[in-house]
């Protein structure tokens, strides 16, 4: 028997395989050195120097931001709906945590846009990790792969 096309399956690898993606592309931008270094090369990971895997990334989060939605709105939407209905009666019966969650996401936001510690401290590692990779010898950082191109 022939089994029809299955939107749900479909969906749902194409989540994860985004999620996997995101994970990687936004791992990889966070300790990846400028596109050119101190020295004028362009490092490569994977084949990919760091503009093209800002692109990916890019791409990856649109493309994992419309299957979410199509996930929740579309192939879950009666589930989805009763959840959000459910929890949000419940969750105004027990305002501390939506509160608490609200005030937590403030706190990043702000934190992160007035450079407020840890977060600073998160970014800042990221640039120095970056920055050491970024030095004036022509040595590539274990696991770069095609690195030192000269553009």
């Not at 399956?9 to 994970?23: A, D, E, H, T």
């Not at 990846?32 to 362009?42: D, K, L």
């Not at 503009?51 to 199509?70: D, E, T």
């Amino acid at each position: 028997m022939k089994q029809t096309f299955s939107w749900r399956i479909f969906i749902s690898f194409g989540l994860c395989l985004s999620f996997v993606i995101l994970l990687v592309s936004g791992v990889l931008l966070y300790i990846f050195p400028g596109s050119r270094g101190n020295s004028g090369f362009v490092w490569e990971m994977f084949g990919l120097t760091k503009p093209a895997w800002q692109n990916q990334h890019i791409i990856f989060g649109f493309a994992f931001s419309i299957l979410g939605l199509f996930h929740l709105l579309v192939i879950n939407w009666k589930a989805f709906f009763s959840y959000l209905k459910t929890k949000t009666t419940a969750g105004l019966n027990q305002p501390g945590e939506l509160l608490l969650i609200a005030l937590l996401c403030l706190f990043i936001g702000f934190g992160t846009y007035f450079k407020l510690q840890p977060f600073s401290g998160i970014l800042e590692l990221g640039k120095s990790i970056a920055k050491s990779f970024d030095g004036n010898n022509a040595q590539a950082p274990k696991g770069m792969q095609g690195a030192g191109r000269r553009e």
